[in-house]
């Protein structure tokens, strides 16, 4: 058994992608999902996808950063899109009331579009979310029964945010932010109940360097993701092993 990186910044100019993927294979990553954020990398994550279908998988989604962006003629393009190999979720889509680069009634309408074609889709959600959590829950709420599974991608929060998305029926993704013995407290408490069947792994590379894996490097990699599967397996006092083979499995499951 491989590790699964479930979140990949790979349309950053820092993230080459045949470097990437050389570099995380050698380090014991076979799979990788691509984030897609703006209509603008759609077809780069197709291109990527075609060029390593046996490592790669990829989201179709607006980021509410880019939900000032986004038109109605995007939503049909999704739609064609999404009949594709390699797309696994709607997403990366939610709510970012911290930065507001998009307005906030913008990124509201942008966000439900997207849980609806979702449902349409018969897709899983891949959820953003940054001091808006209230807002996100209660847009979140009358799609609950409809949804086919998501993932509470970078979860940060506390253990009652942690509940309430559980019980949504989401998977929770947990990055190098709970290396950060400061930063991550609150992550670190609310990992420990997280129910191993719920776990997901990935590095939202290049963003969150594991802040305990020396060297220190300036970006974040798939490579690094085995040193967050170390943090979590002690976390959970489970072994390396058993949060490699479950958080493989659980992506597995969710991306179908």
Known sequence: MTWFDAGVNMFDARMPVEQTIENALAAGVSRLCLITTHPNEWQQAEDYYQQYPEQLCYTLGVHPH??????????????????????????????????????????????????????????????????????QLAILEPFKSKLAGGIAHCFTGTPEEMRAYLALGLYIGITGWV??????????EALSEL??????????????YPKDRKPRQRNNAPACLPHIGQTVAQIKTLSVEQVQNISFNNAKQLFG
């Open 66 to 135: 880019n939900a000032k962006d986004a038109r109605p003629e995007h939503w049909q393009e999704l739609r064609e899109r999404a009949k594709q190999p390699g797309v696994v979720a709607v997403g990366e889509c939610g709510l970012d009331f911290n930065r507001d680069f998009s307005p906030r009634d913008v990124q509201r309408a942008v966000f439900a579009e997207q849980l609806a074609l979702a449902v349409e889709l018969n897709k899983p959600v891949y959820l953003h979310e940054r001091d808006a959590f209230t807002e």
């Open 179 to 188: 290396c950060d013995a400061k930063r991550g407290e609150s992550l670190r």
């Open 195 to 208: 129910p191993p069947e719920r776990l997901i792994l990935e590095t939202d590379a290049p963003y969150l």
